[in-house]
DNA sequence: CTTGAGCGGTTCGAATTTGAACTAGGCTGG
DNA sequence: CCAGCCTAGTTCAAATTCGAACCGCTCAAG
């Protein structure tokens, strides 16, 4: 239970203030470009890769790690804007699709370029091909073992 | 402005998931171990680790990637739980240095076994020493370059 | 000196997030 | 079939967070 080592530090603070600096910028440029909050993004774009364009609100939950209240807030909120759709399940009367509309597709495209372009300009870019690698393989491995033991839901909610 | 290779967004997704596990696994054991928020723990550790263990409050909010209001907030609920003191600047009226209290020392000692615990499980442990290095230089280098950028304040608050 | 811009923090209201009930449906053993 | 337990989502109040407006102070230019 010693302390960490001076490079296990530098990789943990790392890993934290890149994420948190990020996330604030995607944060006012979406908001500026799209009106979509990155939280929101995230949802959106969830979406949009799964196939039917929909998604169950749990597996949407867990995907973007946020509680089931906090999701039930956020698609409401996206509903309301008209891009997404609640859809009921016809096998399971509890469950809910959130489903992404035609205008919510395009206002995900609208904020992709910028999105995208943020990812580059401040991760891709900075590192060489080999650190990128690297980052995926080893996050890609850590965040496996978190959902397998976690079962990715748990306390969540 | 194209897409992210499947490399690339398999890197930031596996970043942000990632953090965001850990941040939420990190909450729920420091609230039960020591009832601090991981936040809470954050500012704290950078307090201690400052000389003199105080820091003017841009400076932490700076550090830890909040908005000024937030830090507030969050000075003074650790301020009325003792574990931090507000103290004026002598050569500039304006300015409000945290110190770490006693208590709040000992509350963060407390929390660390379980806070380094989680790490080494969770990240560390998880990743050959090569692989931690490469992220500690790869996103210790986007980092000093977003700081840089935004001189670590800017629209914070 | 004396504006006037800018800094450092706080305050305030609105938006978001959380966790703990709660509502309802499903599902299994008896 | 039925009790008891689990699951999926929602609701609600409380805690946190954000951004904009604000206050008092500093500092440099005139």
Redo the contacts with the bound molecule.
Sequence with gaps: MGRLSTEEQRAWTALRTTYALLHQRM??QLKRDAGL?H?QYEILARLAAAPEREL???ELACAIA??????????G?LERAGLVQ?RACPS??????AVLTEDGASRLSLAGAGYVGLVRELLVDVLSPEQLRVLAEGLGEANRRMQDFEDC?GS??
């Design positions: 944060d006012q909050s939280l169950r609100m749990a946020a509680s089931k209240s906090g999701l039930t807030y956020q698609i909120q609640r399971d009367v509890r469950a809910v699709y839901d969540l909610g």
